[in-house]
């Protein structure tokens, strides 16, 4: 096992700290490339966007009422009831 620098764990443990708030915008610049998409581009970004929403530990029925609707504005609405929860 390779073993980490007290900087390099510092690094790890700030990511892991702040991982809600890096897939809180994650999601967020998700969201704008799912309008801009069209095509083949689109359906990439709804997997992405599907992946995030898991990490963010969404119910599992939103994330498929979400996902078959193909509406980015209901995403918009999951972000919005994310960051209202704080």
Known sequence: M???TKYQQNIIKRYYDNQDAILTQRLGEQI??????EGKAR???WTKVKGTLEKLKVPKTRIDHVMKAD????????LEEI????
């Open 2 to 4: 390779v073993e980490r």
């Open 32 to 37: 704008t490339e799912l309008y801009l998409a």
């Open 43 to 45: 359906q990439k970004q």
């Open 71 to 78: 509406n980015p504005s209901l995403v918009a609405k999951v």
């Open 83 to 86: 960051l209202a929860k704080g």
